[in-house]
């Protein structure tokens, strides 16, 4: 039996070591976007979705459908191409579909600047459609099907400033629009004929989903929330360096969370405010309003739903979709995996819904959003945003009944009359960016990501058995009937190393073969690889010297040829703020997804100072896991805690919301202006002198840094080295180049990154502990480059002495796979659904050791040279007397 910690207590966990083993059914197969056929996804897992499809923009997460089903709409929350989509019935078996985008920053000529949608969607009585638009804080009344605009409401009336327009409903027969303002924590009302606000109200922390009761005397708002986070007393973002915190100020959970604390900034010590009580009424709840008089509406009662935060959950229930009907009142807990129901005379939570695998009843990620039901059949439909899936739940015995198969990631449904609509966020996801020969036209991932509506009928109970046998398969649900091949037992230690964006064709595909046969790469889309490219900026002082076929990445090169590597490994991220919550075994939840779709084209932004709670909670593009973004299980810190597993971070985990990085903050390249903190395990284990994500610190400084602390903490003292190491590694997310830092071209970064990664292998595998340990380098997201196969696919690279030499992995793997790959060298049990059913690495490793320490390879000082990076706020490095440049430029000035 596993042994589960949280904090001080101990509990017992159902969890087998050698329990039976689950793995996707992609095998061997490369991924594979085929919109109406067989998807083969990211990391092996298959979509098989059942009825009519057609094509949203990116991230549909909000859906409305006319009554009589004869119009949908779905609110696209972007990047970059933030829309609605319109499907109209336009005769038998034949549909319109029209796409209404955001136009940014071009007002069009009646001087209306549309620049995003989130969430919200409503349909009126006479057609019209209410749309909410995020970051402005307005909600849009268009005439449809065209998107004419009829009319705006503004948020920001009276106090209110730096609101954020989220989810709506709309009482028709009496016009009132009810608003949530997730900014400020607030309900609004509005009279929609004389378009007055006619009243505001507070509701619990980040308001995130709403219902109307049938009766339309009460109103549902879900509470995604934990915390209402504050100020540093004094701190200032314009002078973050000085007034900030250099480190988050406290982990969560601790006594100094929940009491506060006095830390030092540069300007002297400051009293950092408490968190409090995780489990206040306003967090992770449903507040109900009576709105009666709609003119007054008043809170009766905050309604909390799933675990608590504590023995049982690491994190909140996220309630993250809300259906209101006479008789009940269904709230999905994204982060457990349950339905509360609520009885809405009582206001109390009558019996919860579990959602669960068979085989893998232990382990969550089944993320359930939205919900419609069917009256006939009595099923209430959830979608499974977790396994890309719709759950079918008896509403009469409560109990989940089967599942139906969706695209990738849906958010919602919809029902009418037999007809069942769903929206899909990532619908069959991106495929390639690239051809052999170059970049695609629109090569951009942001680009070329895009959602889906299904269509289908409702499907009889005689065929619900074999649909959810499908959704199962697709999920590699099913035992296998082999046993997983064996890991060497002499492996005690594992480091893992993440790097930033890159795609495995851009370093890696100029591999042609490998030991055991040829790699999947495209030699012309290596411009990191060995025969890469250093351009220059155009206009730049470096113009003339632009180089082709530079080695950029010798290292990486060198270290797929000494050991293993894949050219079927991917990221199952988008962007780098679900990257570094993936690669930490901590899936988004819906709160993330929504608000990192909105956040990377601007539209969902930090500010500060702010008397609007939620904006201190918008990360923007900052990455690390906050607490309402804390699993059930948590994340991989809790579970190696809880195992006791000693484990040391070099700084992942604290590029928090609202985070400086800029110049001159050495060590840690980060100054705090909130008391946002990190997971208690991460900041007791987290090293203060190596720094987080901060592209003004060279990679060099961090190598430094990681080789002096292990050196001083555990060489010298002859202390035992923690069981994994994490490191993060980011200078290959590449920069501007900084000539006058040491970095002439953009490809320089990449080469910093490469010398800085060489420098790190080199020093363990000369260190006591190379002879047991396995070493697991990859990238965070692949946004930065194009791939020929899928422009999620990214680098692994597997270094051990009992790896394969120069062998090339063709398992469809994925960051889970990576973790269940550590977590079996560790000896426990898997953390979630994902990593317990992922495709493992262990085809990497063979039974014999080879313990040849790596030999660091230069960088070509053309393009880099590790002696002259620096921080721009750094002294310039000393001329070295034996320097042949400076002597060269000595021997020019005397002529």
Same mark, same amino acid.
């Given at each position: 039996?596993?042994l589960r910690?949280?904090?001080?207590?101990?509990?017992?966990?159902?969890?087998?070591?050698? $329990?039976?083993?689950?793995? @996707?059914?992609a095998? *061997?197969?490369?991924?594979?976007?085929?919109?109406?056929?067989?998807?083969?996804?990211p990391?092996?897992?298959?979509?098989?979705?059942i009825?009519?499809?057609?094509?949203?923009?990116?991230?549909?997460?909000?859906?409305a459908?006319?009554?009589?089903?004869?119009?949908?709409?779905?609110?696209?929350?972007g990047?970059?191409?933030y829309?609605? *989509?319109?499907?109209?019935?336009?005769?038998?078996?034949a549909w319109?579909v029209?796409?209404?985008?955001?136009?940014?920053?071009?007002?069009?000529?009646?001087?209306?600047?549309?620049?995003?949608?989130?969430?919200?969607?409503?349909?009126?009585?006479?057609?019209?459609?209410?749309?909410?638009e995020?970051?402005?804080?307005?909600?849009?009344?268009?005439?449809?099907?065209?998107?004419?605009?009829?009319?705006?409401?503004?948020?920001?009336?009276?106090?209110?400033?730096?609101?954020?327009?989220?989810?709506?409903?709309?009482?028709?027969?009496?016009?009132?629009?009810?608003?949530?303002?997730?900014?400020?924590?607030?309900?609004?009302?509005?009279?929609?004929? !004389?378009?007055?606000?006619?009243? !505001?109200?507070?509701?619990?922390?980040?308001?995130?989903?709403?219902?109307?009761?049938?009766?339309?005397?009460?109103?549902y708002?879900?509470?995604?929330?934990?915390?209402?986070?504050?100020?540093?007393?004094?701190?200032?973002?314009?002078?973050?360096?000085?007034?900030?915190?250099?480190f988050?100020?406290?982990?969560?959970?601790?006594?100094?969370s929940?009491? $506060?604390?006095?830390r030092?900034?540069?300007?002297?010590?400051?009293?950092?405010?408490?968190?409090?009580?995780?489990?206040?009424?306003?967090?992770?709840?449903?507040?109900?309003?009576?709105?009666?008089?709609?003119?007054?509406?008043?809170?009766?009662?905050?309604?909390r739903?799933?675990?608590?935060?504590g023995?049982?959950?690491?994190?909140?229930?996220?309630?993250?979709?809300i259906?209101?009907?006479?008789?009940?009142?269904?709230?999905?807990?994204?982060?457990?995996?349950?339905i509360?129901?609520?009885?809405?005379?009582?206001l109390?939570?009558?019996?919860?819904?579990?959602?669960?695998?068979?085989?893998?009843?232990?382990?969550?990620?089944?993320?359930?959003?939205?919900?419609?039901?069917?009256?006939?059949? $009595?099923?209430?439909?959830?979608?499974?945003?977790?396994?890309?899936?719709?759950g079918?739940?008896?509403?009469?015995?409560?109990?989940?009944?089967?599942?139906?198969?969706?695209?990738?990631?849906?958010?919602?449904?919809?029902?009418? $009359?037999?007809?069942?609509?769903?929206?899909?966020?990532?619908?069959?996801?991106?495929?390639?960016?690239?051809?052999?020969?170059?970049?695609?036209?629109?090569?951009?991932?942001?680009?070329?990501?895009?959602?889906?509506?299904?269509?289908?009928?409702?499907?009889?109970?005689?065929?619900?058995? =074999?649909?959810?046998?499908q959704?199962?398969?697709?999920?590699?649900?099913?035992a296998?009937?082999?046993?997983?091949?064996?890991?060497?037992?002499?492996?005690t230690?594992?480091?893992?190393?993440?790097?930033?964006?890159?795609?495995?064709?851009?370093?890696?595909?100029?591999i042609?073969?490998?030991?055991?046969?040829?790699?999947?790469g495209?030699?012309?889309?290596?411009?990191?690889g060995?025969?890469?490219?250093?351009?220059?900026?155009r206009?730049?002082?470096?113009?003339?010297?632009?180089?082709?076929?530079?080695?950029?990445?010798?290292?990486?090169?060198?270290?797929?040829?000494?050991?293993?590597?894949?050219?079927?490994?991917?990221?199952?991220?988008?962007?780098?703020?679900?990257?570094h919550?993936?690669v930490?075994?901590?899936?988004?939840?819906?709160?993330?997804?929504?608000?990192?779709?909105?956040?990377?084209?601007?539209?969902?932004?930090?500010?500060?100072?702010?008397?609007?709670?939620?904006?201190?909670?918008?990360?923007?593009?900052?990455?690390?896991?906050?607490?309402?973004?804390?699993?059930?299980?948590?994340?991989?810190?809790?579970h190696?805690?809880?195992?006791?597993?000693?484990?040391?971070?070099?700084?992942?985990?604290?590029?928090?919301?609202?985070?400086?990085?800029?110049?001159?903050?050495?060590?840690?390249?980060?100054?705090?202006?909130?008391n946002?903190?990190?997971?208690?395990?991460?900041?007791?284990?987290?090293?203060?002198?190596?720094?987080?994500?901060?592209?003004?610190?060279?990679?060099?400084?961090?190598?430094?840094?990681?080789?002096?602390?292990?050196?001083e903490?555990?060489?010298?003292?002859?202390?035992?080295? @923690?069981?994994?190491?994490?490191?993060?590694?980011?200078?290959?997310?590449?920069?501007?180049?900084?000539?006058?830092?040491?970095?002439?071209?953009?490809?320089?970064?990449?080469?910093?990154?490469?010398?800085?990664?060489?420098?790190?292998?080199?020093?363990?595998?000369?260190?006591p502990?190379?002879?047991?340990?396995?070493?697991?380098?990859?990238?965070?997201?692949?946004?930065?480059?194009?791939?020929?196969?899928?422009?999620?696919?990214?680098v692994?690279?597997?270094?051990?002495?009992?790896?394969? =030499?120069?062998?090339v992995?063709?398992?469809?793997?994925?960051?889970?796979g990576?973790?269940?790959?550590?977590?079996?060298?560790?000896?426990?049990?898997?953390?979630?659904?994902?990593?317990?059913?992922?495709?493992?690495?262990a085809?990497c490793?063979?039974?014999?050791?080879?313990v040849?320490?790596?030999?660091?390879?230069?960088?070509?000082?053309?393009i880099?040279?590790?002696?002259?990076?620096?921080?721009?706020?750094?002294?310039?490095? !000393?001329?070295?007397?034996?320097?042949?440049?400076?002597?060269?430029?000595?021997?020019?000035?005397?002529?």
């Amino acid at each position: 039996m596993a042994l589960r910690y949280f904090g001080p207590l101990l509990l017992l966990c159902a969890i087998s070591l050698d $329990g039976a083993d689950f793995r @996707p059914p992609a095998g *061997t197969r490369p991924a594979a976007r085929r919109p109406g056929a067989e998807t083969v996804l990211p990391g092996g897992r298959v979509l098989t979705p059942i009825g009519r499809h057609w094509v949203t923009g990116p991230g549909a997460f909000g859906l409305a459908v006319k009554a009589g089903g004869k119009l949908a709409v779905t609110a696209n929350g972007g990047p970059n191409r933030y829309s609605l *989509t319109a499907i109209e019935e336009s005769g038998p078996r034949a549909w319109r579909v029209r796409q209404m985008v955001a136009r940014g920053d071009r007002p069009d000529e009646d001087g209306d600047e549309w620049k995003s949608v989130f969430l919200g969607l409503a349909f009126g009585s006479n057609g019209d459609l209410f749309a909410s638009e995020g970051n402005s804080g307005r909600v849009r009344q268009l005439a449809m099907p065209r998107g004419r605009l009829v009319r705006t409401y503004e948020l920001n009336q009276g106090d209110w400033r730096d609101s954020y327009s989220g989810d709506l409903v709309l009482d028709a027969e009496r016009d009132i629009l009810y608003v949530l303002n997730q900014a400020n924590f607030r309900l609004a009302v509005f009279h929609t004929r !004389s378009r007055k606000m006619i009243a !505001s109200v507070r509701t619990g922390r980040l308001p995130f989903r709403i219902a109307l009761a049938p009766d339309r005397q009460r109103v549902y708002v879900t509470n995604v929330g934990m915390f209402e986070y504050k100020p540093i007393p004094g701190a200032d973002k314009a002078n973050a360096r000085e007034t900030g915190l250099p480190f988050p100020a406290f982990g969560f959970p601790s006594p100094e969370s929940e009491k $506060g604390v006095r830390r030092e900034t540069a300007k002297g010590p400051v009293d950092v405010p408490p968190l409090g009580d995780p489990n206040v009424p306003e967090s992770n709840s449903v507040a109900v309003f009576d709105v009666a008089d709609p003119a007054t509406p008043k809170l009766v009662k905050f309604v909390r739903t799933g675990a608590p935060f504590g023995p049982q959950s690491m994190g909140g229930s996220s309630p993250s979709g809300i259906l209101a009907t006479a008789n009940a009142v269904y709230v999905s807990n994204a982060n457990q995996d349950t339905i509360s129901v609520i009885d809405p005379a009582k206001l109390e939570v009558t019996s919860e819904i579990a959602l669960r695998i068979p085989g893998l009843e232990d382990f969550r990620g089944i993320l359930p959003i939205g919900m419609a039901i069917h009256p006939a059949s $009595g099923w209430l439909l959830v979608a499974e945003a977790g396994i890309n899936a719709l759950g079918v739940i008896d509403v009469k015995s409560r109990k989940l009944i089967g599942h139906l198969p969706a695209h990738w990631f849906p958010t919602a449904v919809a029902v009418e $009359g037999d007809d069942v609509f769903v929206s899909s966020a990532k619908g069959t996801g991106t495929g390639p960016n690239a051809t052999r020969m170059g970049p695609m036209a629109r090569s951009f991932q942001a680009e070329r990501r895009a959602g889906t509506v299904g269509f289908f009928p409702i499907p009889g109970a005689e065929e619900l058995g =074999k649909l959810t046998a499908q959704v199962m398969a697709n999920n590699g649900f099913v035992a296998q009937r082999t046993a997983p091949a064996p890991l060497p037992k002499e492996l005690t230690h594992v480091v893992i190393i993440v790097k930033e964006n890159r795609t495995f064709d851009e370093v890696l595909g100029d591999i042609e073969s490998a030991a055991n046969g040829p790699v999947n790469g495209a030699p012309e889309l290596a411009r990191f690889g060995l025969r890469g490219q250093a351009a220059p900026e155009r206009g730049s002082l470096q113009q003339r010297l632009g180089r082709r076929h530079v080695n950029v990445s010798p290292n990486h090169h060198a270290m797929a040829r000494q050991w293993a590597f894949s050219d079927n490994f991917y990221v199952d991220s988008e962007v780098s703020v679900d990257g570094h919550h993936w690669v930490v075994g901590s899936y988004p939840n819906v709160w993330t997804e929504t608000t990192l779709w909105a956040a990377y084209g601007g539209q969902k932004n930090f500010r500060f100072p702010t008397n609007a709670p939620g904006r201190l909670l918008f990360a923007e593009s900052n990455s690390s896991v906050h607490p309402e973004e804390q699993l059930e299980d948590g994340a991989l810190w809790h579970h190696l805690e809880r195992h006791n597993i000693p484990f040391r971070n070099f700084g992942e985990g604290f590029e928090l919301a609202g985070v400086d990085e800029g110049s001159g903050l050495k060590p840690t390249g980060a100054r705090y202006v909130t008391n946002v903190p990190m997971p208690a395990p991460l900041f007791h284990n987290t090293s203060r002198e190596y720094p987080n994500y901060n592209m003004n610190i060279p990679d060099q400084f961090r190598a430094n840094q990681f080789i002096k602390e292990i050196d001083e903490l555990y060489v010298k003292t002859g202390k035992p080295l @923690p069981r994994l190491l994490f490191l993060h590694l980011p200078g290959d997310h590449l920069a501007n180049p900084r000539p006058e830092d040491g970095y002439p071209f953009r490809a320089s970064f990449m080469a910093d990154n490469d010398y800085a990664l060489g420098r790190i292998m080199e020093y363990l595998t000369k260190s006591p502990w190379w002879k047991n340990m396995a070493v697991f380098i990859t990238e965070d997201d692949a946004q930065g480059g194009v791939d020929h196969v899928d422009s999620h696919r990214t680098v692994m690279l597997v270094a051990s002495p009992y790896a394969r =030499k120069n062998y090339v992995s063709h398992v469809n793997s994925s960051f889970p796979g990576m973790l269940k790959t550590v977590f079996r060298i560790l000896g426990i049990p898997p953390l979630n659904l994902y990593d317990a059913s992922a495709a493992d690495l262990a085809d990497c490793f063979q039974s014999t050791a080879d313990v040849t320490p790596f030999e660091l390879q230069k960088a070509d000082a053309i393009i880099f040279d590790p002696a002259e990076a620096r921080d721009p706020k750094d002294p310039k490095p !000393s001329p070295r007397m034996d320097d042949p440049r400076v002597l060269q430029e000595e021997h020019r000035r005397r002529q």
